[in-house]
Each structure stands twice: as C-alpha cells, then as structure tokens.
C-alpha cells in the first residue's frame, strides 16, 4: 500500500526559510517521479515542483522558481522541500504526491504559515 506522510511545516515570518519532508513507503520510491502540491482552503490544488527518478530533472512552478528546491534520498524513500524567501502567498497546506500503478497518491498535508 502507497503511503506518503509529509512533516516539517510550521509558522515562519516574511522571507523564512523552511524544509518540509515526505516519508514513503509501499512502492520502489526510486523508481518514480515525486511531486509537491500545495492548496489554500477554497481554492484549487496548485502544483509546486516535480523531480523525475534518479534526481536528473526537475521542475517548478513560475512562483516559486529560484526560491524553493526540491530533492529526493533514494536511500532513505524520502522526498524533500525546502522553501526559502517566504512569502504570505506560499500559506497553504503542502502536499506531497506520486503516480504509481494503483493510481495518484498524496499524503495527508503539511501546513505552512507565512507571516508578517
């Protein structure tokens, strides 16, 4: 059974840094690509970042290009992160998520809070 469960959120101030983490089990971790959603209540699930297996590629969304990084441990199935230059905009509950043959999977949330 796929399982993922994010960690790591927390309040931080304007221009903070912070590292959120996904642990993960029930499949070949290494072997698929990873992503990071966030949402805010009442709006839509947005995408954040996508790292492809062997941590060849990676992809971010425009707003947060140049300020957040996304990395994976193979070793340890662990997907991570880390968020850098803050801003209120970046509140949301952050989700990590991945597509294995059961279906698309995304743990139960991490929520950050960015304020002033």
């Known amino acids: 059974q796929t399982q993922l469960m994010e960690s790591g959120g927390g309040s931080v101030q304007t221009g903070g840094s912070l590292t959120v983490s996904c642990a993960t089990s029930g499949f070949e971790f290494s072997t698929y690509f990873m992503s990071w959603y966030r949402q805010v209540p009442g709006k839509e699930l947005e995408w954040v970042s996508t790292i492809y297996r062997n941590s060849g590629h990676t992809l971010y969304a425009d707003d947060v290009k140049g300020r957040f990084t996304i990395s994976r441990d193979d070793a340890k199935s662990m997907l991570y992160l880390q968020l850098n230059d803050l801003r209120s905009e970046d509140t949301a509950m952050y989700y990590c998520?991945?597509?294995?043959?059961?279906?698309?999977?995304r743990g139960q949330g991490t929520q950050v809070t960015v304020s002033s």
């Open positions: 998520s991945t597509t294995v043959s059961a279906g698309t999977t």
